[in-house]
């Protein structure tokens, strides 16, 4: 049988511009793919039959809602799966620092003429790969990653012409972020970078979300990653939704927040990515970086790639809308968790409704213990 390198079917895929069709060709394709070394964050792994299936399905069905049949499990069954090389951590350094701006040796200069503190991040549960036991979580209380926003504020053209209303806009979202504590920082339509929220504080940016990396399952990202927000709106196609200076500034800063708290490349995702609604138990609850965040021009491996925890470690789903904010990359880690889910439950002679409703219990069980915990501490402090 004729092979076909797995390169040539993922550029043919990426230029196919329905969702449905692109489904359909990777499902003709997967069957002559030529092998490769196994190796996921590089790879379009084969899509299983029924991965496929459920997703056109979902995709073609007339008002399809995703839904499931609703005992207890442990963490230490659920295997992870982290994208990206071995990290290798930037050499940044503080170079000055005023009461105003700090300057590293990478050319990053950050403003901290809005910071507005919060809450202290003191410490927060991760929910370790050998745990059996949900109530003795891991306690840590340095940031262990970042998640990527947009700001979805309105868009002046970015033209010299328009720079008064550019910057009039800037400043306006800079008060709204400023206001709500949003984001850790802020990186405006001129590539400058702001500290809105320090980063020992607690920013709203990311709520109940989850991900997962060698270490453990994290569920609160409010509390164990950094937010960072590029003013700007969410734009379909491949072109990122941020202009070269953005990209550039996002670039140091994450090389900056790397090397500062040794955060792994695998933990640098966005906020499509970790997004769930606990009402309904679908993911991308947000679809802001849903497909075009330009991981590589960051100096991080596509995260598209990796699997979202959110499906196999606690039984999420998603919709049709979803699927089609993605666009084709981010369905290589959706079809992987699907996999993973389906093998995880075939191990244990249980059907995939049956296993999905077990990890959607042990997700609801861990929110209510940080929701009681949350109300303890606010009560604590009144």
């Not at 839904?67 to 050499?91: I, Q, Y």
Request: charged share 20%; with cysteine.
């Amino acid at each position: 049988m004729l092979s076909i390198p797995r390169i040539l079917i993922e550029h043919k895929a990426g230029q196919i511009v329905d969702p449905v069709e692109r489904l359909r060709y990777l499902q003709r394709s997967s069957a002559i793919v030529q092998p490769r070394a196994p190796r996921i964050s590089w790879r379009l792994r084969r899509l299983p039959t029924i991965t496929l299936a459920l997703l056109l399905g979902c995709l073609l069905a007339p008002g399809y809602k995703a839904s499931h049949v609703l005992s207890s499990l442990p963490l230490s069954s659920l295997k992870r799966v982290s994208a990206g090389s071995p990290d290798v951590f930037p050499n940044v350094w503080l170079v000055d620092k005023s009461s105003d701006f700090e300057t590293y040796s990478n050319g990053l200069r950050i403003d901290d003429r809005f910071t507005a503190p919060n809450d202290k991040r003191i410490f927060y549960p991760v929910y370790r790969s050998d745990a059996a036991d949900l109530d003795e979580p891991e306690w840590r209380s340095q940031p262990a990653g970042i998640v990527y926003h947009t700001t979805e504020s309105d868009q002046a053209r970015f033209t010299e012409e328009e720079n008064a209303r550019l910057k009039r806009i800037g400043k306006a979202v800079i008060g709204v972020v400023q206001q709500n504590h949003s984001y850790h920082f802020l990186i405006d339509r001129f590539g400058q970078v702001y500290r809105i929220v320090p980063e020992e504080d607690i920013a709203n940016h990311a709520g109940y979300s989850i991900w997962a990396d060698n270490t453990g399952i994290y569920v609160n990202l409010n509390a164990s990653f950094l937010g960072v927000a590029f003013e700007t709106q969410t734009q379909q196609g491949d072109q990122p939704s941020a202009n070269p200076a953005q990209i550039h500034a996002a670039r140091v800063l994450t090389e900056m927040l790397r090397n500062k708290y040794h955060i792994p490349q695998a933990d640098c995702v966005t906020h499509a990515q970790v997004s769930v609604n606990p009402d309904n138990m679908l993911i991308g609850y947000h679809t802001d970086w849903a497909g075009n965040f330009p991981f590589l021009a960051l100096g991080l491996p596509d995260n598209y790639t990796a699997p979202p925890p959110s499906i196999y470690a606690f039984g999420f789903d998603y919709d049709p809308t979803f699927v089609h904010a993605t666009g084709v990359r981010l369905w290589q880690g959706l079809a992987l968790a699907e996999d993973q889910m389906q093998t995880q439950a075939a191990a244990r002679g249980l059907s995939v409704p049956q296993y999905r409703a077990i990890l959607q219990k042990k997700y609801k069980e861990i929110l209510a213990a940080l929701k009681r915990a949350s109300a303890s501490d606010k009560k604590n402090e009144t």
